[in-house]
């Protein structure tokens, strides 16, 4: 007798589904099972697929591709339908796939099976939805506490915490693979030393973790006797465990098996298609989280790697001065970036001492990738190799700047594939470096496109002060950056910082700085290390510690922050200076521009001068002051403004100099001249003014007394009187 005519009286038809022709083949009693007239058809995936019931439909696709990972067989139940949606009957199919590619070929058989009777519990289909939706829901869950897993230990923890929905095991073993050997990542359900045996196995022992790792294929052992059968050598080392069933799922990420995940239950378990459904689908999203994670944990092993090469330790104390750093890198995966800091002992110190000159530098290479780290790596290097040499500031920012430029030149040309990404377009970077001599107090500083410093005086009173500049470092092969000397006077102190301080939270430079600037004046402690953490505080709250300071978590851009405080002189106990307030700055013939920088320095040196019209009558004239120099003479204009004394009785002297031995000529001006009222506004508003002649030059000065009499202590009922 033919098989077929076995099957046709057992009322059993036989289907070939054919994925990648997209046809469905059926014999006679297969097309009566399916409502169609009896006889053999070769029919269209859609023209059965309309046979099914919907919500039957979409559990197929999911077990025949669970059975295709895994070679065994897909069975289903599935509803038929007639062309008025109601149900014919209830079938039960069984099939082999055989993958071919992205497709496969199912041949198996569909007979029909009897309907439920009324009172029994299949009966009630309420049940089988009831176990979909919790499946649902607990795969929902999973997947969504795998997925904000950050480490290798927070994804066994989940893994440990599923409850699977009627079936959850109660001990779990994650293996890895070194090499040739299987090795355990992490267990739940079992005691200390316990995965001794398991720890480190050969790849080809007779396990089925190994198996499942040579393979790729999941292994289902629903009873002991199943184990004991198929794999003799290793049921010693599972039996003492006293386990019923086990299943051992391929840890798979993009097409390459990474490990095994073991599920072990006290309890027989049938493994059902549904059950090995979901075991393979959090298996699936389980290796999504470890390979995650383990990319992650290497990621944080390399940046902090980088992070200890590159960022510097501040050298030895340096007497008279004390120094503070912060380094927070932006978020994104490494811990350092394009910003640094770096302190540098120059030529000519003593060595052991730490009493000789040093260079602190601050600087910003563009971006915040692994390129610009490199290049911040590469630049810090040069810059310690100029200033080691003993060239001057403005000489080392002019060979960095050349040093990057050719960087950037040998990078070619930007996006050189023509993929959308500038892979190797030339970077530039921002850099601030300074000479200290502690001895003085002397700063030469020269400004490569970076933020100015900020001057916190004695009294507490924090000025931005103006240095000169040029490009950042990179844009020209040769490019010239002027130093600008400062002193930095006892208990005063300077801070530099990258933009990241200042701009961090949407701000822009202006707004950045009226944040910052309450939280320098108000720092009242003895501790540098303090205010740089008060400072990286006011930008993102409260941080915890690390080698280079703190480290936060809300980050935008990288932060390098240094201060640099030179203390009073005899230590503890000694007398604080008198409060003085100083700032100097140069006006150039070719930047009339900053006359308006001039201004607003001022307005900042008086920001609490007890009379406002003091302060505005001090700023038109320093503006009147600037202006003749640069309209008068060929040379550029030096403002020194000083404010000396306790509050309410202070006094205010403003020096404008000039390399001009020309005096200034007092002038009755016409009603509609444009010139000749600065003397005139001087006599008026200051309560001293003069002029000293200079063996380079001339200075004009004027002075301010906040009590606003003429008995202030050093001053003269009148100002000298200039000649005509």
């Known amino acids: 007798m033919r098989t077929e005519d076995v099957l046709a009286a057992i009322a059993t038809g036989l289907w070939r589904w054919d994925n990648a022709s997209g046809t469905v083949t059926l014999d006679a009693e297969a097309a009566r099972l399916l409502g169609l007239p009896a006889q053999p058809a070769t029919l269209s995936e859609a023209a059965v697929r309309s046979r099914f019931h919907p919500v039957d439909w979409n559990e197929v696709d999911g077990i025949v591709n669970l059975a295709v990972a895994e070679g065994t067989l897909a069975e289903v139940r599935l509803r038929i339908m007639d062309e008025n949606g109601r149900v014919l009957r209830t079938v039960r199919s069984r099939s082999k796939p055989i993958a071919n590619g ?27 939805g009831d176990w979909r939706r919790s499946r649902e829901a607990f795969l929902l ?109 391929p840890l798979i990420v993009a ?17 059902t298609p549904d059950e090995r459904s979901v075991l393979t689908t959090v298996a699936r999203m389980l290796a999504q989280a470890l390979a995650r994670a383990g990319e992650a944990e290497s990621e944080r092993e390399l940046s902090l790697g980088l992070q200890r090469a590159m960022m510097p330790t501040l ?7 004390t120094v503070a750093a912060r380094y927070v890198p932006t978020g994104g995966g490494l811990q350092v970036g394009g910003d640094w800091y770096d302190m540098i002992p120059l030529p000519g110190s003593r060595t052991g001492a730490g009493g000789g000159r040093f260079a ?3 600087g910003d290479v563009q971006g915040h990738d692994v390129r610009a780290a490199g290049l911040m790596g590469q630049l810090r290097i040069a810059l310690r190799a100029y200033a080691s040499e003993g060239h001057s500031p403005d000489a080392v920012l002019s060979r960095a700047s050349r040093f990057l430029y050719g960087i950037a030149e040998s990078y070619g040309v930007p996006d050189p594939y023509g993929d959308g990404y500038e892979d190797y377009a030339p970077r530039f970077a921002t850099c601030l470096y300074i000479e200290v001599d502690p001895a003085t107090g002397t700063l030469d500083i020269a400004r490569a496109g970076h933020p100015d410093p900020v001057i916190r005086t004695a009294d507490g009173t ?17 490019s010239d950056y002027p130093t600008t000397r400062l002193v930095l006077d006892p208990a005063e102190t300077i801070m530099i910082c990258t933009d990241g301080l200042i701009e961090t939270g949407g701000h822009d430079m202006a707004s950045g700085w009226t944040r910052l600037r309450p939280v320098l004046e108000k720092h009242t402690g003895e ?31 990288d932060i390098a922050l240094l201060l640099l405080r030179r203390n009073v002189a005899g230590g503890a106990g000694t007398a604080p200076p008198a409060a003085v307030r100083r700032t100097a700055l140069t006006i150039a013939q070719a930047e009339p521009e900053r006359i308006a920088g001039a201004r607003r320095q001022l307005r900042e040196l008086l920001h609490d001068w007890a009379d406002e019209e003091q302060v505005d009558s001090a700023v038109l004239m320093i503006s009147e ?39 200034p000529h007092r002038r009755r001006p016409g009603e509609m001249a444009s010139s000749g009222r600065g003397l005139i506004l001087m006599e008026m508003l200051a309560d001293a003014w003069g002029v000293d002649p200079r063996g380079d030059g001339k200075s004009i000065w004027f002075e301010l007394y906040e009590s606003g009499g003429t008995g202030a202590p050093g001053t003269s009922d009148a100002g000298p009187s200039p000649s005509e």
Not at 315 to 321: K, R
Not at 627 to 640: F, K
């Open 102 to 128: 992205e497709s496969y070929l199912l041949i198996g058989t569909i007979q029909e099976v009897a309907e439920p009777q009324p009172g029994t519990t299949a009966a009630h289909p309420s049940i089988t």
């Open 141 to 249: 869950d999973a997947g969504r506490a795998l997925a904000e897993a950050r480490s290798t230990s927070e994804v066994l923890r989940v893994a440990a915490s599923l409850s699977m929905p009627g079936f959850s095991p109660d001990g779990l073993a994650v293996f890895g693979v070194a090499g040739d050997r299987l090795t355990i990542i992490g267990h739940h359900g079992h005691n200390p030393g316990d995965d001794g045996p398991f720890a480190d196995m050969a790849l080809d022992m007779d396990y089925p973790a190994a198996d499942v790792v040579r393979h790729g294929r999941a292994i289902y052992l629903p009873t002991p006797q199943e184990y004991r059968r198929r794999f003799p050598a290793t049921w010693p080392l599972a039996q003492r465990f006293d386990r019923q069933s086990w299943a051992f799922v």
């Open 255 to 271: 097409g390459r098996t990474i490990g095994a995940w073991m599920a072990a239950f006290k309890h027989p378990v049938a493994f």
């Open 315 to 321: 050298g030895p104390e340096i007497p008279g001065m």
């Open 360 to 362: 602190l530098v601050i």
């Open 462 to 478: 924090a000025l931005i002060r103006a240095t000169a500049g040029g490009l950042p470092l990179g844009i020209e092969a040769d």
């Open 527 to 557: 501790s540098l290390e303090q205010l740089a953490d008060e400072l990286v505080q006011a930008v993102h709250g409260p941080s915890s510690h690390h080698t280079t300071g703190p480290l936060v978590d809300r980050r935008e851009d």
């Open 625 to 663: 002051m600037i202006t003749n120099v640069l309209v008068h003479t060929d040379g550029d204009a030096l403002l020194v403004a000083e404010a000396r004394g306790e509050l309410g009785t202070r006094r205010l002297r403003v020096e404008v100099a000039d390399a001009s031995d020309e005096l």
